[in-house]
């Protein structure tokens, strides 16, 4: 790409500088631990017991786990993008009102934790559930949970906001004039869309599916709440051999294919990146318009999918928040603002909020350090290179949580690393997680920034820091605050690495949900709900601050 | 962060000691008998382990030693995790390893062995390890809960015993916990076991499934999920894999004021579960860990363990009013010798997955 050629004027020493705290933040936190794990599962009495990856690999119950893990990712990704495309449309061409609140909370299933969503499409599905009504009412008897075709259901609407958010991104980058000329030279929309706009798209909905491809490969809540007993991905199996049975050899085995497999589907997203080009991010505004004749029924078709698929899951967490023993009101509300009960693990739901809060600062605050200096690295970096070091920040997201949860416990045991028992751990392995994230909305923007200016304000006198800090640095400071924002929203919403390592003293509202949901009682499960409607409008707020300051490429691919 | 939050412990802990002041001088001063300093432990715990502040205050007031307590998941979790840590534990005191997973934990050497003097007041037949390296602190019973007018709704009446259930009367009714993922799953199985012998419950189990038993992966998702008793549940079964101290939870954590729980225990049904606390070989205080032990024994850490835990004490304390009023206290729980267990789990998991769910 263009990359080379600048390499050749900085100083390899800077690139090499910028990639040495990323590559130790991620070598202590995701590497280490997880080689460690894996080791300690394939080594026996010392010699590597290789033989145990045939083994494993060729039993008949790997094969059906292998076998629907990788379905149900092939049928979840293919439906989440025909489902989203109509969606990237609408933020890519049209302006309406509640353009902004639509965007922000399209992405609130992607940040909120699993535990909570899943009750919430129990709910949905269940027999006094939305679904089975429609069904009752069109004669069917439909029961969905604990089906394959629930985990699909919930897989697109997680992942929607990826597809809706990178191929919207791409779809303001597409000129409008090239389209208005196909229809002047007589094309009808199909095909205008179909030979013009698709093959602009196509790099970015091959990169926005093959991320979807890899959370859907990797899920875990999901599946567990709503899949049932029967149904189980490679990554419920290595969870449930590593807690339940400690069989940790076969458990390394199943890593070890699930981690071939994301390398796969990472390799497919940095083909499809090599090939997007030097396409730029264009000023977004310009490109939208309000809607005009049939348009406005694809605006007004897109937006009910859109609340069918994303709003009722959430309609119905937010009303069982409200809906009391006596009807609709406040009580779990008020609720959560009494002290607690005065015991020292279930914390004032108000602390665990302020937990979040500051926990969430310092996770965002590192990602974007950390992320910052890889996307610096990145930008630096040429060739083959470049894409290899790119998608490897991403492994952590193809990781199971387990696998580097307990890693940490036997790789981070001895000082100077002793860190298990750190208060630092959780925003470190928070951090891990953001970062994929803060590097994907930084390194296009650095990307963008026009070589032009660097050389003029060079050929001005400026030394470099200087030509840094005027150009580099005042282009790339509503992305950032982008990026940190949206650092922030994940690290609320994150469950899984945070439930192997949440210290007592300071559970994060998660963690408090999902206490209270461990015991019997309304008052607990009313709680609960209150205390997940409070996170998804924190949430929601948080994006939409992103939205404002930063771009639609924070939270797209 | 970690300066506020180690300025804020600070805070914290100077005004224990200034409130600790105010009421006795004489026992906050006196020094630790370990190290003449004040000592701090760590117990590794369960998710579902709680106690309550005043509680664990009053610990420290006694003894000057601090207790953190580290949740690690569930207890398989737990277990798991301190067993990849040995010899460098992450606590020093372990709570809430079971009586199912009892012999993983004797067999890797975890614990470190000792008799606490406040034992005489526990019924032997808890004290499952002759060589105390595991001390019995609580005991739950795993059961069948059912919704009163969930099942009154139907025309049923609640299953007298384990053996109803395979009634077609009962034909889609029961939703367990898988055993393979879940301790409550596990009780239950074993349950069956008990009653139906090592070479009856399969066919009990067939017939549970003729029956449409469902299955779910944890207790949250059958009780909340699938269970029709549940406040605000969307479930529609009437009867579930719980505990004897159910009952009393929705009582207690009833939006307004109930005479009545509106779910029962079937007492026939009931799989005792004993939870035990082990010190953790490699611990740098094993004497202030073997004073926690013995504090968790003691009469306030047991009057506290019902409302926090919801589970039975181990010694003889009063019960809250609602545990009396509510709550199931089966006479003749199942309970299976730890070894058969340990020698039979897996394969009765994986004989049972063969049977239920393939």
Redesign the interface.
């Known amino acids: 790409m263009n990359a080379p050629d600048r390499s050749a004027r900085t100083p390899r020493a800077v690139t090499a500088a910028a990639f040495a705290v990323p590559v130790a933040f991620l070598g202590v936190f995701f590497a280490v631990p997880v080689a460690t794990l894996i080791s300690?599962g394939l080594r026996e009495g010392g010699r590597w017991d290789l033989g145990a990856v045939g083994e494993v690999l060729t039993s008949p119950s790997t094969r059906s786990v292998a076998w629907f893990t990788l379905w149900q990712a092939v049928v979840s990704t293919a439906a989440t993008v025909v489902a989203a495309l109509p969606a990237a449309w609408l933020i890519g061409r049209i302006r309406f009102p509640g353009r902004s609140l639509l965007m922000a909370a399209l992405i609130v299933p992607f940040v909120l934790p699993t535990v909570v969503v899943g009750?919430a499409f129990?709910?949905v599905l269940?027999?006094?559930?939305p679904v089975a009504a429609l069904g009752g009412v069109l004669g069917f008897d439909v029961d969905l949970?604990?089906t394959a075709t629930a985990v699909i259901l919930a897989h697109v609407f997680f992942n929607y906001a990826v597809v809706a958010r990178t191929v919207g991104a791409a779809w303001m980058a597409v000129d409008p004039a090239a389209e208005d000329a196909a229809r002047t030279l007589g094309a009808d929309r199909w095909t205008t869309f179909r030979t013009v706009t698709l093959p602009q798209l196509r790099p970015a909905l091959a990169g926005a599916a093959s991320i979807v491809f890899l959370f859907t490969f990797t899920s875990f809540g999901v599946v567990?709440?709503l899949g049932?007993?029967?149904i189980a991905t490679i990554e419920v199996e290595i969870h449930?051999l590593?807690?339940?049975?400690?069989d940790l050899r076969t458990a390394s085995v199943l890593s070890l294919l699930q981690l071939a497999a994301v390398i796969a589907a990472l390799a497919l997203y940095r083909r499809a990146g090599a090939r997007r080009g030097s396409a730029r991010t264009r000023a977004g505004r310009s490109v939208l318009h309000r809607p005009a004749g049939a348009e406005r029924w694809g605006v007004a078709a897109t937006i009910t999918s859109a609340a069918l698929l994303v709003g009722v899951p959430i309609a119905t967490l937010v009303w069982?928040s409200f809906?009391?023993?006596?009807g609709p009101g406040l009580?779990y509300y008020r609720a959560l603002g009494s002290t607690g009960?005065?015991?020292?693990?279930?914390v004032p739901p108000a602390e665990a909020v302020r937990n979040s809060l500051?926990?969430g600062a310092?996770a965002a605050t590192t990602a974007l350090i950390v992320g910052g200096l890889a996307a610096v690295g990145l930008h630096r970096l040429g060739g083959r290179a470049r894409g290899v070091a790119d998608s490897s920040l991403m492994l952590p997201l193809g990781v199971s949580a387990v696998t580097v949860g307990?890693g940490f416990?036997?790789a981070l045991?001895?000082p100077p690393l002793d860190l298990?028992?750190s208060?630092?751990l959780i925003?470190a392995a928070q951090a891990v997680i953001a970062i994929p994230f803060v590097v994907r909305t930084l390194l296009p923007a650095l990307d963008a920034v026009p070589a032009r200016l660097r050389e003029a304000a060079a050929a001005l006198g400026a030394p470099p820091h200087r030509v840094w800090w005027e150009v580099d640095a005042r282009l790339l400071r509503r992305p950032a605050l982008g990026a940190l924002g949206f650092a922030y929203a994940i690290s609320l919403g994150e469950f899984g690495a945070t439930?192997?390592i949440?210290?007592?003293?300071?559970p994060t509202v998660p963690v408090a949900i999902?206490?209270a949901?461990?015991?019997?009682?309304?008052?607990?499960?009313?709680q609960a709900?209150a205390l997940s409607t409070v996170l998804l409008a924190l949430t929601a707020a948080v994006m939409l601050l992103v939205d404002r300051v930063g771009d639609a490429r924070v939270g797209g691919f | 962060m970690t300066s506020t939050r180690r300025t804020l412990s600070a805070l914290l802990a100077a005004s224990l000691v200034v409130a600790a002041c105010g009421d006795d001088d004489a026992e906050t001063t006196t020094p630790d008998p370990e190290h003449g300093a004040a000592t701090s432990i760590t117990m590794l715990t369960h998710d579902s382990f709680d106690v309550s502040e005043e509680v664990l205050a009053a610990f420290t007031e006694a003894t000057g030693i601090t207790v953190e307590l580290l949740p690690s998941g569930d207890a398989g979790s737990m277990l798991n995790q301190a067993i990849l840590t040995k010899g460098s534990p992450q606590g020093d005191v372990l709570f809430g390893v079971d009586s199912t997973f009892l012999s993983r934990a004797l067999d890797e050497d975890l614990f470190l062995a000792y008799e606490s003097p406040a034992l005489e007041d526990v019924d032997e037949s808890l004290v499952l390890d002759p060589e105390h390296r595991v001390t019995p602190i609580d005991t739950g019973d795993v059961c069948l809960n059912y919704d009163k007018a969930g099942l009154a709704e139907a025309g049923l009446e609640p299953p007298a015993d384990l053996a109803d259930l395979a009634d077609p009367a009962y034909a889609g009714t029961l939703v367990v916990e898988n055993p393979a993922t879940s301790s409550p799953g596990l009780a239950y199985l074993l349950a069956t076991v008990a009653e139906f012998g090592e070479d009856g419950w399969q066919d009990h189990w067939r017939a549970l499934r003729a029956n449409d038993v469902e299955v779910a992966a944890g207790w949250e998702e059958a009780y909340y999920g699938s269970f029709s008793g549940a406040a605000g549940s969307p479930g529609d079964r009437p009867i579930v894999v719980s505990y004897a101290s159910s009952p009393p939870a929705e009582v207690i954590f009833a939006e307004e004021p109930l005479d009545e729980a509106p779910t029962g225990v079937v007492e026939g049904t009931c799989y005792r579960q004993i939870e035990f606390a082990g010190i953790l070989a490699g611990t740098e205080h094993e004497e202030a860990a073997q004073q926690l032990v013995d504090f968790l024994l003691s009469p306030t850490f047991q009057e506290d363990v019902p409302l926090n835990m919801f589970v039975y004490p181990v010694i003889d304390v009063e019960l809250p009013a609602e545990f009396v009023e509510h709550g199931a206290q089966p006479q003749d729980p199942y309970l299976l010798e730890a070894d058969v267990v340990a020698a039979n789990r897996d394969a009765w998991i994986e004989e049972w997955t063969e049977i239920v769910l393939r």
């Not at chain 1, 590593?242 to 400690?246: E, F, I």
């Not at chain 1, 949440?502 to 300071?506: E, P």
């Open positions: 300690t009750t129990l709910a269940g027999p006094d559930g949970r604990r567990k709440i049932g007993p029967r449930r590593t807690t339940q049975l400690l069982r809906d009391t023993a006596g009580g009960r005065g015991s020292a693990l279930f500051v926990i310092a307990f416990l036997i045991d001895e298990r028992t208060p630092l925003p439930v192997f949440a210290r007592a003293d300071a999902f206490r949901l461990s015991q019997p009682g309304a008052l607990n499960v009313g709900m």
